[in-house]
């Protein structure tokens, strides 16, 4: 079972507010991503990270921001949630090129 | 540039008979092959990987993947379906790269498993 955990779970919330998604790693990985995933739909990465101090954007545009100032945690911040951000938000991390664990998810309801 | 093409959006089975999930993908390099499942409402966890050791790669819960780079393919199979592997699995590659968002996932193929 891999260390990479999520929260919350599940969030509902309405439109405008302003919103963390927790992601942390307790397996040192330099590596870390966020995905959204609508559902039955394939994943789209919206941010990565190589290590700390370290954020990209990845394939998907995404108004989210993301920061990574400690090797275990990487936050994803909506500033002003929208109704369009309605999703599941995955995170996962890796050790290199082998394998990257994934985290259980975050669903985000935007009213 | 790398990408995955799974071939079957859906893919239903009755317990009992053999599951085939199709993947295949194109790399620039020596890739690293992976499939993962995702159980409704769960994250994505891995069944197996490969990474340039045997051909013939063995997973979790019984499934099994072969790498033919000659027909660029990683397809997943498993001899007997249970109505527990119904659920989304998705192939993915990697290339040979050390750093940057190297992994590249297939748009998923739904398994449903019919008693």
């Known amino acids: 079972e891999a260390d990479i955990y999520q929260t919350p779970r599940y969030l509902v919330i309405g439109t405008g507010k302003k919103i963390t998604l927790e992601c942390s790693q307790t397996?040192?990985?330099?590596?870390m991503y966020w995905y959204q995933q609508d559902p039955g739909m394939e994943l789209h990465l919206i941010h990565y990270?190589?290590?700390?101090?370290?954020?990209e954007k990845g394939d998907l545009s995404s108004e989210s921001t993301v920061s990574r100032i400690r090797t275990e945690h990487f936050p994803l911040t909506l500033e002003s949630a929208r109704p369009s951000h309605t999703s599941q938000y995955l995170c996962?991390?890796?050790?290199?090129?082998?394998?990257?664990?994934f985290g259980p998810g975050t669903r985000l309801l935007v009213l | 540039a790398q990408s995955v093409t799974q071939l079957d959006s859906h893919v239903s089975v009755s317990e009992g008979t053999p599951v085939l999930l199709r993947c295949n993908y194109s790399?620039?390099?020596?890739?690293?092959l992976f499939w993962y499942v995702q159980h409704p409402n769960k994250g994505l966890q891995l069944l197996l990987k490969?990474?340039?050791?045997?051909?013939l790669v063995k997973g979790i819960n019984g499934f099994e993947a072969e790498f033919k780079k000659s027909e660029t393919s990683f397809h997943l199979t498993k001899p007997s379906a249970h109505m527990s592997d119904a659920a989304e699995y998705f192939c993915v590659v990697s290339d040979g790269g050390d750093y940057g968002q190297n992994f590249v996932f297939g748009p998923g193929t739904r398994l449903s498993v019919l008693p």
């Open positions: 397996m040192g990985h330099d590596k």
């Open positions: 996962a991390s890796s050790g290199g090129k082998e394998t990257q664990y």
């Open positions: 990270s190589y290590g700390v101090n370290s954020t």
């Open positions: 490969y990474t340039s050791a045997a051909t």
């Open positions: 790399s620039s390099y020596s890739p690293s």
